[in-house]
């Protein structure tokens, strides 16, 4: 599923089906079973070295992190924390699951149409007359976890990113 030579910081926190199924809990849907596997295989992480998406809103960014199921404790890079931080500002239906290096945000959608589907969001880019829960800052990026992964090219810094 990950591109070759894809690598993300290890956990010292293993995850169960059981902790999965408690964010599903919360999230009250399943999440994507890509997504599933992708977490029981990694518990998320930092991403080592340059990795390069497209966006058609800004040329594109960086994949800086995928967020944790479990980390240390009362760690801000969960995705239960995530999922509480953003809740009245991020549409229903949708996961902050990874960021970049400037704070924009991959989010994933877990519920009804948004299901399955990534997207980017800048949270810097929202205002005061930005309607909270509103797709308006929001950019689909992939149909699937699968494809956005798929979609990764390894890059340098210099390559106009960031």
Not at 45 to 66: D, H, I, K, R, T
Not at 68 to 95: E, F, I, V
Not at 130 to 155: C, D, I, K, V, Y
């Amino acid at each position: 599923m990950l591109p070759s030579d894809f690598n993300l910081s290890s956990s010292a926190v293993a995850i169960t089906e059981a902790d999965l199924q408690q964010l599903e809990w919360s999230l009250q849907h399943r999440l994507p079973d890509d997504y599933r596997d992708f977490l029981l295989a990694t518990n998320g992480g930092e991403v080592e070295g340059y990795w390069a998406f497209e966006l058609a809103a800004n040329g594109g960014s960086m994949l800086s992190q995928f967020y944790r199921l479990k980390d240390k404790s009362r760690s801000t890079s969960t995705l239960a924390y995530m999922q509480r931080l953003y809740a009245q500002r991020m549409p229903k239906g949708l996961l902050a699951i990874g960021c970049d290096p400037g704070g924009g945000k991959i989010c994933l959608g877990f519920a009804g149409p948004l299901a399955g589907r990534v997207w980017f969001w800048d949270p810097g880019m929202d205002f005061d007359d930005t309607p909270l829960g509103s797709f308006e800052n929001f950019h689909e990026m992939a149909g699937s976890f699968t494809q956005f992964l798929s979609g990764l090219s390894r890059t340098d810094r210099g390559s106009g990113f960031l």
